[in-house]
Nanobody, 128 residues
Framework: DVQLQASGGGLVQAGGSLRLSCAVS??????????IGWFRQAPGKVREGISW????????YYMPSAKGRFTISSDNAKNTVYLKIYTLKPEDTAVYYC???????????????????WGQGTLVTVSS
């Protein structure tokens, strides 16, 4: 099975930046059409999508609300997908999740129900 493990969260000051990592394992050659997405869930709010990247790293998508302060990237040699968050704000405080979904790239804003595998999440807390 595909497994994902998110890490890199922590307590940061507003205005700073942070890079989250998602270590992915279990993909086979048949899983070429999977993409890795990042989501977040703030306290008391529903989980929302941020961005995804396809397995080759050649295609990415950002939700409109994420454009400008988030950068998704991947290192296939390390089987790791990254999410860099710039100019952190207190409202970025959330649990950040990574997930793997097949056919996600066919619809840019594919819902989270399209994602088959989820990591455990990593908490980001931004202090003002």
């Amino acid at each position: 099975d595909v497994q994902l493990q998110a890490s890199g969260g922590g307590l940061v000051q507003a205005g700073g930046s942070l890079r989250l990592s998602c270590a992915v394992s279990g993909f086979t050659a048949d899983d070429y059409d999977y993409a890795i997405g990042w989501f977040r869930q703030a306290p008391g709010k529903v989980r929302e999508g941020i961005s995804w990247i396809n397995r080759s790293g050649g295609s990415t998508y950002y939700m409109p609300s994420a454009k400008g302060r988030f950068t998704i990237s991947s290192d296939n040699a390390k089987n790791t997908v990254y999410l860099k968050i710039y100019t952190l704000k207190p409202e970025d405080t959330a649990v950040y999740y990574c997930a793997a979904g097949r056919h996600v790239t066919s619809i840019p804003s594919a819902p989270e129900s399209w994602y088959d595998y989820w990591g455990q999440g990593t908490l980001v807390t931004v202090s003002s």
